[in-house]
């Protein structure tokens, strides 16, 4: 059921979210408390409802498993008082958030409790907004990776009492053993303590499993940096040669031009280079590779991870059998296995109404194909040609690599304006 399939709105919210802290109900106003005394139902995590226990006058009901479950049990609820207790601010990286997607938020009201990135930054005097915020909370403690640039500061929220460790050892492996790593552990209750050591020689303790981990970068000498430009360096993927070069991948994220939220096909994946560059944009986009080998789709995997970008799809198998029920894209890459018969067609086929195709071709086979399709679709041919220096003897001269021919086109909209009948 989704927010359309509710009945008529109550007139005044029925949801409250309270955001708690470890300091229980000290730690909460009287709005809050009037709250879950007058509430018929309690939701929280166990946690959550033994540091409210002594205002609860309800039902006290605990998270279930898959959390969704509980969201439809809040739902319903409808039209009862309800109160959610959530960690800290229920919108970041919280209850809150999830529970709007499926409730208007004019039916709930929210009383926001201090978050624990907001909590720490107080606790080391930095400053939050030039500080990044990141939480590793049930996700791949990869994800710190494109942050680690020298002189940056990052808050992550960890997992567990593992968390501290995990993420020194990643830091450490990539080259920024110097680090400073501060643990943070139930800040705001009466068992707070912080901690700091350096990454290259943490040491593992009795760490709280409410933690986070406060991190001021500093690089080694071949730490590995990700830059923020696109078009990283080849040396930093693991590739067979199967790779989009990095001056012609620039250019080809470019012409994706991805926007928000966007999905990409990366057909023929190679090294994963493309599809991981256009995940590393912005932390909205979501991109499936489409690989045939086996060993260059594990590959894929490894790069996605020591990227940071763990979240891309790999597919393993050969367009265009492989696409046939994967979600449409808003943009295409095809980077290998185009001259394949049906594969173009397909693409074309499956991109949704404005989307963006992008392929290269290094083969005349394949920039045959290109040529076929401008011809008969439009969008814009581009020629690619990269030399580079090297030597000659005791001199140098220009060395140039395969020339590149890029098909680029966008798939018309659908026109929605109204047709003579309609008006």
Not at 110 to 133: D, Y
Not at 187 to 202: K, M, P, V, Y
Not at 238 to 263: C, M, N, W
Not at 272 to 298: H, K, N, P, Q, T
């Amino acid at each position: 059921m989704s927010k359309r399939d509710l009945p008529p709105s109550p007139r005044h919210p029925w949801l409250t979210i309270i955001g708690i802290g470890e300091d229980g109900l000290a730690g909460i106003g009287e709005a809050a408390k009037a709250a879950l005394a007058a509430a018929e139902v309690v939701f929280g995590g166990v946690r959550h409802l033994d540091l409210a226990g002594a205002a609860i006058t309800g039902e006290a009901r605990p998270w279930l498993s898959p959390f969704e479950r509980s969201v439809e049990a809040v739902a319903a609820e409808r039209g009862r008082a309800v109160v959610v207790l959530a960690s800290g601010d229920p919108f970041l990286y919280g209850a809150g958030a999830t529970l709007a997607r499926r409730i208007p938020a004019r039916e709930m009201r929210v009383i926001p409790h201090p978050s624990s990135f907001s909590l720490a930054a107080s606790r080391l005097g930095w400053a939050l907004a030039e500080t990044v915020c990141v939480s590793v909370h049930g996700r791949p403690v990869e994800l710190i990776r494109p942050h680690l640039h020298p002189g940056a500061r990052i808050i992550a929220l960890t997992s567990d009492e593992h968390g501290p460790a995990a993420i020194a050892g990643l830091l450490s492996g990539d080259g920024f053993g110097a680090s400073q790593v501060h643990v943070l552990e139930a800040l705001g209750g009466d068992r707070e303590r912080i901690s700091c050591q350096r990454a290259e020689t943490f040491a593992p303790q009795d760490f709280h499993a409410l933690n986070v981990c406060a991190i001021e970068v500093l690089a080694g000498s071949g730490a590995r940096v990700l830059p923020y430009a696109p078009g990283l360096d080849d040396s930093l993927f693991e590739h067979d040669g199967q790779i989009t070069k990095r001056e012609v991948r620039a250019l080809t994220l470019s012409a994706l031009a991805p926007r928000r939220g966007e999905l990409l096909w990366d057909v023929g994946g190679g090294s994963g280079s493309v599809s991981i560059e256009w995940m590393l944009a912005d932390a909205s986009l979501r991109a499936i590779a489409i690989e045939s080998e086996g060993e260059r789709a594990s590959r894929i995997r490894r790069n996605a991870a020591s990227f940071g970008a763990p979240g891309l799809q790999v597919i393993e198998g050969e367009a265009p059998a492989a696409l046939a029920d994967l979600p449409a894209p808003d943009a295409v890459f095809v980077g290998g296995g185009g001259t394949n018969p049906g594969v173009m067609d397909a693409v074309i086929e499956r991109l949704k109404p404005g989307g963006r195709l992008v392929a290269n071709a290094v083969t005349t086979e394949m920039e045959a194909v290109l040529l076929a399709l401008h011809a008969r679709n439009g969008g814009s041919l581009t020629r690619i040609e990269i030399a580079r220096a090297s030597p000659i003897g005791s001199m140098h001269g220009w060395r140039p690599a395969m020339p590149v021919t890029q098909w680029s086109w966008a798939k018309p909209p659908v026109d929605e304006s109204p047709s003579k009948e309609e008006e």
